[in-house]
Antibody, heavy 122, light 108 residues
Framework: QVQLQESGPGLVKPSQTLSLTCTVS??????????WSWIRQPAGKGLEWIGR???????NYNPSLKSRVTISVDTSKNQFSLKLSSVTAADTAVYYC??????????????WGQGTLVTVSS | DIQMTQSPSSVSASVGDRVTITCRAS??????LAWYQQKPGKAPKLLIY???SLQSGVPSRFSGSGSGTDFTLTISSLQPEDFATYYC??????????FGPGTKVDIK
């Protein structure tokens, strides 16, 4: 059973860079045709896809965030990471990491981390 | 960009009720539509993919239908554990994906 766990600071100052890591257990991040994604949810609001990475290193980003987002993968540690630069209060949200399936599940998140709240405040 | 809308935004229902939620895409997405269930403080859970296919382990009281721009999620007999917020999501424009705004199902 694949499990994902987010980690990183819960408080980030405005204009700084938000950095989160997702650790995958129960399977190798390199096996199978999966994408590894970040999705966020402001309090009381809906879900926003941030971006994804394939184990080859290829990435896709939400156009609305693309200029500020970097997603990377470390297959030796079975982890992938998110960096979001120049954050503002509007970036305060619960951040989820997730696995997107392949084939008929392309673009769909079938496994999720529990989520981590990141607050942007001075 | 493909925009997703859902109606209603919230619905009050009783245990045993049949509940139907609608999702509409701003342009045709074939059957590239999924439904998720999210309970408070928890991550979303994939319920249905390809508009009508039940994810493994999901009770059969959940069903999905539709193609093109209009889709529905139906809960045939609402159970206490079904009170949650439901989101649709399109994957037709992969690599970009978008979610609907959600529909909250609460207790009447």
């Amino acid at each position: 059973q694949v499990q994902l766990q987010e980690s990183g600071p819960g408080l980030v100052k405005p204009s700084q860079t938000l950095s989160l890591t997702c650790t995958v257990s129960g399977g190798s991040i390199s096996s199978g045709s999966y994408y590894w994604s970040w999705i966020r949810q402001p309090a009381g609001k809906g879900l926003e896809w941030i971006g994804r990475i394939y184990t080859s290193g290829s990435t896709n980003y939400n156009p609305s965030l693309k200029s500020r987002v970097t997603i990377s993968v470390d297959t030796s540690k079975n982890q992938f990471s998110l960096k979001l630069s120049s954050v503002t209060a509007a970036d305060t949200a619960v951040y989820y990491c997730a696995r997107e399936g392949g084939g008929i599940l392309t673009g769909l998140a079938d496994y999720w981390g529990q989520g981590t709240l990141v607050t942007v405040s001075s | 960009d493909i925009q997703m809308t859902q109606s209603p935004s919230s619905v009050s229902a009783s245990v045993g009720d049949r509940v139907t939620i609608t999702c509409r895409a701003s342009q045709g997405i074939s059957s590239w539509l999924a439904w998720y269930q999210q309970k408070p403080g928890k991550a979303p859970k994939l319920l249905i993919y390809a508009a009508s296919s039940l994810q493994s382990g999901v009770p059969s009281r959940f069903s999905g239908s539709g193609s093109g721009t209009d889709f529905t999620l139906t809960i045939s007999s609402l159970q206490p554990e079904d009170f949650a917020t439901y989101y649709c999501q399109q994957a037709n424009s992969f690599p970009s994906i978008t979610f609907g705004p959600g529909t909250k199902v609460d207790i009447k």
